[in-house]
């Protein structure tokens, strides 16, 4: 039986050949990698896309990358209301969050959704541990708007707990939610913590996994698809509405992390598999790459 080509043992070590360079500029350095609820829920076979993206987070442990996941859930949220007969408002692509809503949301973030991530990267390695912006006061949060209800901005960023977990060779899995001073909860949008996460720990790379591929200068034209791109023209994108709806979010978090001192963020299908992998240790990549 002839082998398939991109089992060939050429082609395996021009792949390995390509990705060295890669794995050695970027040993020991923190990857916050943020798992969207929208890569999961949208991938054709959801436990496959698990199972893909946990093999990448070992994989950059094991080759000495600091990789932290943090989390959404917002169609696994919207999926429980749907059950319960609750209907879900948006504004500007944020959920509004009422009491029970709230409630639905810690159910699904911190209670299915973290532990359904921890548990599939620990089948192949025992390196996640499960945390939320609760924890050690991982995010002080305040109430972002008052139309919003509970959903929450990040005020501060204690990554001690983080790096503790960092310094012990594991993987944290940060679900977002936060509390402010007076132990109010808060829903804390994925990307927007994500950001101020890698920030605060002085990241390396900014990881956004989605549903798309990347930013479109035309939303609905995948040729316009653009592999890299500057803060300001992101920012001309989400006010002119071509990067808006659920990518407004995460095209901010992108520019206010490199801005804060992220070299790079980067956007791209978490569909794909391996995407992860694609992205970091190949010259070409598979998504959107933001730079100051």
Same mark, same amino acid.
């Given at each position: ?21 890669? #794995? ?5 350095? #923190? ?83 973290? =532990?359904?991530?921890?548990?599939? #990267? ?101 040729? =316009? ?14 006010? =002119? ?52």
């Amino acid at each position: 039986m002839t082998p398939d080509a991109r089992t060939r043992p050429e082609a395996v070590a021009d792949v390995l050949v390509e990705a060295l360079p890669y #794995i050695r500029r970027f040993a020991g350095a #923190i990857i916050v990698v943020k798992f969207g609820g929208a890569a999961l829920a949208g991938a054709d076979d959801a436990g496959q896309a698990l199972s893909s993206f946990a093999e990448d987070v070992v994989l950059l442990r094991s080759v000495g990358l600091a990789p932290v996941v943090v989390h959404g859930g917002g169609p696994q949220i919207g999926e429980l209301l749907a059950r319960l007969g609750i209907t879900s408002e948006f504004r500007d692509g944020l959920r509004v969050t009422d009491a029970e809503t709230l409630d639905i949301a810690r159910m699904v973030l911190v209670g299915k959704v973290n =532990s359904e991530l921890v548990e599939a #990267i620990n089948v192949h390695g025992a390196l996640a541990v499960g945390v939320s912006g609760f924890d050690a006061n991982l995010f002080r949060v305040g109430a972002r708007d008052g139309g919003l209800g509970f959903v929450g901005d990040v005020h501060a960023v204690d990554p001690t707990l983080i790096h503790q977990l960092l310094s012990q060779s594991l993987v944290p899995v940060v679900a977002t939610m936060g509390s402010d001073t007076g132990g109010q909860a808060y829903n804390v949008n994925a990307d927007t913590a994500a950001g101020a996460l890698a920030a605060a720990l002085g990241a390396e790379k900014l990881v956004m996994l989605t549903d798309v591929d990347g930013v479109r200068r035309e939303p609905t034209d995948p040729a =316009s698809s653009v592999a890299r791109i500057g803060c300001d023209e992101l920012e001309a994108l989400v006010r =002119s509405g071509a990067a808006g709806g659920g990518m407004a979010p995460k095209a901010t978090a992108c520019v206010e992390s490199v801005r804060a001192g992220v070299p790079a963020a980067h956007l791209l299908d978490g569909r794909v598999p391996h995407a992860l992998l694609l992205e970091l240790f190949t010259d070409s990549g598979v998504g959107t790459m933001v730079v100051e």
